[in-house]
Each structure stands twice: as C-alpha cells, then as structure tokens.
C-alpha cells in the first residue's frame, strides 16, 4: 500500500508513513487537513495550496510534502476527511438530507467531479449507507446514481443562493419584468406549483420532493408482480 492510501485509511488500520530521514513528525494530519478545509469552505478550492496550509503552521510548503504529499494527495485527504458521516435520520431522506448539509457545510466538495473520489473510507461509508437503506432492490444502480445526483445539484443550487445579495434578487426580476407574455409563451412552465414559498428554501424543499418520489416509484418496481413480494 502505497503513502497515499495509508494516509487515507489511517484512522481503518493502517499506519502513518514516517519520513526516512529529517526530524520526527512534529504536526498531526488531522489538524493540517482541518486547516486546508477551513480555507476552502471560506475561500473556496483555488485557495487552497500547501503553501497557504503550512503558513497556518508557521512552516514552509515544503515542509509540508512528509506530512500529506503532493496537493493532489492533499486535496483528496481533504475531500474524505471533511466526508465523515455523521449519524443521519432513517430512511433515504435521512441519507439524502445529510448528505445535503454535508454539502453545504463544504460546497467545494461538489466542484470535485465523480472521477475524482479520493478512495477513502469515509466517502465509502456514505455509498454503504446507502446501499444498507435500499437493500436487494433491483434498482439500486439507478438510485444510487439519480440521488446522489440530485443532492449534489441541489445543495450546489442551495449554496449559490446563499451567496445571493438583495441587489442581486432585484437585478434578477428586473431582467425578468420586460417579457410581458411570458407566461403566454410558456403556460405549464410559469403555472408549475412551487415546491415552498421562498425561493431561497426551494433547493432544499426540491430535495425532499424528488426523494419522495424516488421512494414511491421504487415502491412500485419492487410491488410489480415480476419483481416479487414487497
């Protein structure tokens, strides 16, 4: 097993890499990763950098490399590190809603791509809790793919708006109010119902919805008679 992988399932039984030569290891890679997160929920990805992270602890980027590797290896130890799954309530929803707030909490986490899972064992737990909630359904294939990607763009959606300004809000409705015969144009689009009242709760209400009707219609394959008992 390679030093990435170590690292990565350090906390699963493996050990640590230790350099070969130099001084012991002086930080811990916890508190380094809890750093590199720290900037990128406030300043986003591009922000982070070893260097930035080592300056946290008074030591020089290179100083860094014994510790997490290249950025790369850092980035994806970041990625699985700030995916600890927390306990969640029963049920897809439960799964579906903390993953959600997973997101927000680290909206960086969805601007890393599906080829880019770091292999850890915290982004695993949440595909195995997953799997536990759906059982020997035929379907889960799909499932797994269509919820985990309607929670990642509606957490991205969610994220966006709270980035949103009042100015922004007005500038919006402004540039809608010159189409007159919008709703003329496109009558089952502007009499859709919302799914909540204020727009900045749609996201997540939107969550909730799909999840439901995911739930049903995974009811329903399972109740066919060629699929078997419920």
């Known amino acids: 097993m390679d030093d990435h992988l170590r690292r990565l399932w350090r ?22 990763l ?26 020089t980027a290179m100083a860094l490399y014994p510790y997490v590797g290249t950025k790369d290896n850092m980035v994806a130890l970041m990625q699985d590190h700030a995916s600890a799954l927390p306990a969640l309530q029963p ?6 809603t903390g993953l959600f707030e997973l997101y927000l909490a680290h909206p ?41 990607a309607t929670v990642r763009a509606t957490a991205q959606t969610a994220a966006a708006y709270r980035k949103l300004t009042p100015a922004d809000e007005q500038a919006w409705v402004a540039g809608a109010a010159p189409i007159p015969d919008f709703a003329e144009r496109y009558p089952l689009s502007t009499s859709l119902p919302p799914v909540a009242t204020d727009w900045r709760d749609m996201p997540y209400a939107g969550l909730l919805a799909a999840v439901d009707v995911l739930a049903t219609g995974l009811q329903l394959s399972r109740a066919r008679p060629d699929r078997g008992p419920l």
């Open 11 to 32: 906390h699963r039984g493996t050990t640590l890499p230790t350099p070969r030569r130099g001084p012991r290891q002086q930080l811990d890679l916890d508190e380094i």
């Open 34 to 59: 809890d750093a590199a997160i720290a900037i990128a929920d406030t300043s986003g990805l591009d922000a982070v950098s070893t260097r930035a992270v080592a300056a946290r602890f008074e030591r």
């Open 91 to 96: 049920g897809l929803r439960g799964w579906a």
């Open 108 to 148: 960086w986490l969805t601007e890393r791509s599906w080829a880019q899972a770091s292999q850890g064992p915290n982004e695993q737990d949440w595909m195995e809790a997953l799997l536990a909630i759906l059982g020997g359904h035929p379907q889960r294939a799909p499932a797994v793919t269509m919820l985990y």
